[in-house]
T-cell receptor
Framework: DQQVKQNSPSLSVQEGRISILNCDYT??????FLWYKKYPAEGPTFLIS?????DKNEDGRFTVFLNKSAKHLSLHIVPSQPGDSAVYFC????????????FGTGTRLQVTL | KAGVTQTPRYLIKTRGQQVTLSCSPI?????VSWYQQTPGQGLQFLFE???????NKGNFPGRFSGRQFSNSRSEMNVSTLELGDSALYLC?????????????FGNGTRLTVT
C-alpha cells in the first residue's frame, strides 16, 4: 500500500517559470512532511519541510503548501532554474518516529532553457 | 562541516555471502537511519539507531541488521545475500532533537549481488 504518492513521474518546465510538484498521502497519522531533491549518483538532499500545524512554509525560491483535509502537499519552485533539474521526493513521518520516513516514488523535473 | 560519509561507494558480492556497510554521520548528529532504494520499491526505511540502540525498524527480514558505536558511527550488515538485495543503500543522520529535524543523507553504497 503506497501511503505517499507522487502521481506525476515527470515534469518539464521552462526556465524562469513556476514548477509545481504534487504529493498525496493516505495515512492521517502523518504530521511532518519533507521534500528532497536527488541527483544521479548522490543521496537525497533536504529542501524544505512543513509541520501539520502549518499550511505553508517558504524558503527562498521554494514554498511548500499543505492541505490536510485533502491530504495533499505541493512544492512550488519560483523561478525555476536549470540546476533544479533532478528527481524530487516527498516524504512523510509521524512525530516520535521522525527518522522513519515514508517516501513517494519521485517526480523527475526537467527545467529547459 | 563534513556531510554523511558512506563507505564503500560500490560493492559487488556473490549470492550467499554477507556484506558490511559503514556510515559516519554529520558531527553532532546522534541518530543514524538506513534506507534501501530499488527501482521497484523506491526508498524504504530499514532501521534507525540512536545512542547505540535501535529505535525503529522497517519491514525487512532479519538478514538485515545494524549497530551503532559510541561515536555515533554505524554499520549495516546483510547476511546470506540474495539477488534482490541489489540496491543503493543510503545512510542518513539527524540531531533527533527536536524530534522533527530533517534527515541528511550520504551518497550511498551501491551493492550489486551476482
Amino acid at each position: 500500500d503506497q501511503q505517499v504518492k507522487q502521481n506525476s513521474p515527470s515534469l518539464s518546465v521552462q526556465e524562469g517559470r513556476i514548477s509545481i510538484l504534487n504529493c498525496d498521502y493516505t495515512n492521517s497519522m502523518f504530521d511532518y512532511f519533507l521534500w528532497y531533491k536527488k541527483y544521479p549518483a548522490e543521496g537525497p538532499t533536504f529542501l524544505i519541510s512543513i509541520s501539520s500545524i502549518k499550511d505553508k512554509n517558504e524558503d527562498g525560491r521554494f514554498t511548500v503548501f499543505l492541505n490536510k483535509s485533502a491530504k495533499h502537499l505541493s512544492l512550488h519552485i519560483v523561478p525555476s532554474q536549470p540546476g533544479d533539474s533532478a528527481v524530487y521526493f516527498c516524504a512523510a513521518s509521524v512525530t516520535g518516529t521522525a527518522s522513519k520516513l515514508t517516501f513517494g516514488t519521485g517526480t523527475r523535473l526537467q527545467v529547459t532553457l | 562541516k563534513a556531510g554523511v560519509t558512506q563507505t564503500p561507494r560500490y560493492l559487488i558480492k556473490t549470492r550467499g555471502q554477507q556484506v558490511t556497510l559503514s556510515c559516519s554521520p554529520i558531527s553532532g548528529h546522534r541518530s543514524v537511519s538506513w534506507y534501501q532504494q530499488t527501482p521497484g520499491q523506491g526508498l524504504q526505511f530499514l532501521f534507525e539507531y540512536f545512542s547505540e540502540t535501535q529505535r525503529n525498524k522497517g519491514n525487512f527480514p532479519g538478514r538485515f541488521s545494524g549497530r551503532q558505536f559510541s561515536n555515533s558511527r554505524s554499520e549495516m550488515n546483510v547476511s546470506t545475500l540474495e539477488l534482490g538485495d541489489s540496491a543503493l543503500y543510503l545512510c542518513a543522520s539527524s540531531f533527533r532533537t527536536p524530534d522533527n529535524s530533517p534527515l541528511h543523507f550520504g551518497n550511498g553504497t551501491r551493492l550489486t549481488v551476482t
